[in-house]
């Protein structure tokens, strides 16, 4: 990503969509790497697509409708929407044509040395036929709907991310022309497994091949694939929405209409069919991207789900951390541990379920537990959590669940959750008008001989035990009274009234976070030029915010040392004399998605007295000023030597890491393979531990 005029600091920031295009071309990478198995490059080609299929629901979408309203507003870095617009067209399409050509000249051969076949129809014999026939009349003609286009029949709505067929057709008597599309099956597999269970052949190619069947006495003149991408962001008039659960099932009802925002045709399309879809769906050349082998390679998760665990990463055992862990059947008291002290948690190397999904179950069950409230983001399809928290509500507990209906794209899920919460009789929150809850935090109430006492958990990551087990993150198990004081003004704010909270140990969004944060980079600054040294060191998802960002710049200005690890978006740019001379920037992608967020300032606490902080707040406006976020201090010394071991490893990596240099280039660091990140904290975290779970 060029950068100019940075000798004058006219150039402050980087852009924020290429920067996004940066962090999934280095997806791409990973898939590219014949050194990661290859089951598992596979796997990072199916990421890639289904990231890019979001960043054109989502943002892409977003600038389209700041052109179509007249909004010329420029990003930070000087773009106007129509320049990113154009800039992204070119990034992304020859980032496509390099994921084309790495699946059919790299991938696909590679797949089949090993005897994992991507065959086309052209390719099978005739007992594979045989099979395929058999397969279609059996399983895939029975739910398809040809649909023809003709004066009595007006061009059939496109859904969103919809693979679909467009058949030219002519007519053998009067010679007439027409055009149909036919759907390919959205709950049907993206590739048919022939018999041996190592082969398969695109569904569109199977469906192709029997036209005849569908259009009899038709002669097919062409056949290509195509799919839409849609503006599926989820926009609410919420001021105006007496009921959010309602509005918000309107709003999933409208997302399959909305404006289509791209058009993915195969090479082999005409380019009368390609006009016509251009036309109908109001799309331009622009929009359009030509692709050359099979659309839609998110199929391959079927791929990668092949039993060939020697074309894969080898499978981790997830330990149990070493105080939670009694070495017998039975679990230790969670309650009990917690009293002597706090415990830290690092997904996925500690078990999601033994830890966060087993203290919310020992609540549930614990007659002396009088309450237990949670946020939910999103959780996964069978959620031992749900369970748990449904068990303490028919037990008679109370129990307090905020649900954020408007987690993107888990907005039908969420629903369905709250509904049967709801039916158990638990207290269920939908979220809050203006504002997304987007913090991780339980808190329980028990009753003790001593009084009633709060434990907690505040993290990074989701309540969901699949992603647990690919996502990293980080979590704080304690008993603290001012946490627990804390997290109890926070859920009295999500299910009450109130204004002005004060919070003693979290900082928490809307309104205490930047200023919090804003606090302890001035104070590395002053540490700094009293004489001391300064020094940050901030893991994250995104940088974004552009006051955070300036912010840092005064620190690099003043001398602090500042270390950035920023797994996606980073429109900071680092190196540049008198500006950002004094901070690094790296990000590690690999097998598990980069996904705490850590923040040390050296001297948060006093001169030497480091200050340490967990939590679900990425630096970005939204996360900041648009969302319910929390982040928590840990204050244990052993536990704060736990985070700067993850911070160390994560600096040293010499395997996944890149580096962005003042050029606004990311650029893949040696690799000595001397420090893989993963690999590293996997043994680091078995260390600890007495016995794998």
């Not at 969901?464 to 804390?486: C, F, M, Q």
């Not at 001169?607 to 201090?633: F, K, W």
Request: proline share 5%; with cysteine.
């Amino acid at each position: 990503m060029p950068v100019t005029d940075t000798s004058d600091h006219g150039i402050r920031y980087l852009n924020r969509e290429l920067s996004w295009l940066d962090f999934n071309e280095r997806v791409l990478a990973l898939a590219e790497d014949e050194r990661v198995p290859l089951l598992e490059r596979a796997k990072f080609l199916a990421i890639f697509s289904q990231n890019l299929d979001e960043f054109f629901q989502v943002r892409v979408a977003g600038l389209k409708e700041q052109v179509t309203a007249g909004i010329g507003t420029p990003s930070p870095d000087g773009r106007s929407p129509v320049q990113q617009l154009d800039e992204v067209r070119h990034r992304v399409a020859s980032l496509v044509a390099r994921q084309a050509h790495l699946f059919l000249h790299e991938v696909v051969p590679a797949l089949a040395a090993v005897g994992i076949g991507l065959s086309s129809w052209d390719e099978l014999d005739d007992d594979d036929e045989k099979f395929l026939v058999e397969t279609f009349e059996q399983r895939i003609f029975p739910v398809l709907t040809p649909l023809a286009v003709d004066p009595g029949h007006p061009f059939p709505y496109i859904s969103n991310l919809s693979l679909n067929l467009a058949i030219e057709l002519r007519d053998p008597i009067t010679t007439e022309r027409r055009f149909a599309r036919v759907k390919v099956p959205d709950l049907l597999p993206r590739f048919v497994v022939m018999p041996d269970g190592e082969r398969f052949v695109p569904l569109e190619q199977v469906i192709a091949a029997h036209l005849d069947q569908l259009f009899p006495g038709m002669e097919v003149e062409s056949r290509a694939t195509f799919r839409v991408a849609r503006n599926a962001d989820l926009t609410l008039e919420e001021e105006e929405a007496e009921d959010l659960l309602a509005a918000v099932e309107i709003e999933l009802r409208r997302r399959q209409f909305g404006r289509a925002v791209r058009l993915e045709i195969s090479a082999e399309m005409r380019d009368e069919v390609r006009n016509l879809l251009q036309s109908e769906l109001d799309l331009h050349d622009e929009d359009t991207y030509q692709v050359a082998g099979p659309l839609d390679l998110g199929g391959l998760w079927s791929v990668h789900g092949l039993d060939r665990p020697e074309l894969k990463d080898p499978v981790y055992k997830r330990v149990s951390p070493a105080r939670l862990d009694s070495g017998e059947d039975e679990r230790p008291d969670f309650f009990a541990v917690l009293r002597e002290g706090d415990v830290l948690l690092h997904h996925p190397y500690d078990s999601f379920r033994t830890t966060v999904e087993e203290f919310i179950r020992q609540a549930s069950t614990d007659p002396s537990v009088l309450a237990i409230k949670m946020t939910l983001y999103r959780t996964s399809g069978d959620s031992p959590i749900v369970r748990s928290l449904i068990r303490a509500a028919e037990r008679g507990k109370q129990v307090a669940v905020l649900v954020e209906l408007k987690a993107r794209f888990d907005e039908g899920a969420n629903i369905e959750w709250a509904k049967a919460l709801e039916t158990a009789g638990v207290h269920v929150v939908y979220g809050l008008v203006g504002l997304k809850v987007h913090t991780k935090t339980a808190l329980v109430v028990r009753d003790e001989p001593d009084g009633v006492r709060r434990y907690c958990h505040v993290g990074s990551g989701n309540y969901n035990s699949k992603t647990a087990r690919i996502y990293e993150d980080v979590g704080l198990l304690t008993a603290s009274p001012a946490i627990g004081a804390d997290l109890t003004q926070l859920f009295n704010y999500l299910t009450g009234y109130g204004r002005d909270v004060a919070y003693t140990s979290l900082l928490v969004s809307p309104h205490g976070t930047r200023p919090g944060l804003d606090s302890l980079i001035r104070n590395e600054i002053s540490v700094t030029e009293a004489g001391g040294q300064g020094a940050i060191t901030l893991k994250m998802n995104s940088l974004v915010d552009t006051k955070v960002i300036d912010a840092l710049y005064a620190a690099s200005q003043a001398g602090v040392a500042i270390e950035l690890i920023v797994r996606g978006i980073c429109c900071l740019i680092p190196g540049l004399d008198g500006l950002s001379e004094n901070i690094r920037v790296r990000s590690i992608v690999g097998r598990y998605l980069e996904h705490s967020r850590i923040y040390r300032f050296a001297n948060g606490a006093g001169e030497g007295e480091a200050n340490y902080l967990i939590g679900s707040a990425d630096l970005m406006p939204r996360n900041l000023d648009r969302r319910v976020e929390a982040l928590v201090p840990v204050t244990d010394p052993s536990l704060q030597a736990r985070l700067d071991e993850i911070l160390a490893v994560n600096l040293s990596d010499d395997t996944l890491a890149w580096t962005l240099d003042a050029d606004g280039d990311w650029n893949h660091v040696p690799v000595l393979g001397m420090v893989d990140t993963h690999q590293c904290l996997q043994e680091i975290a078995q260390t600890r531990i007495r016995r794998l779970v």
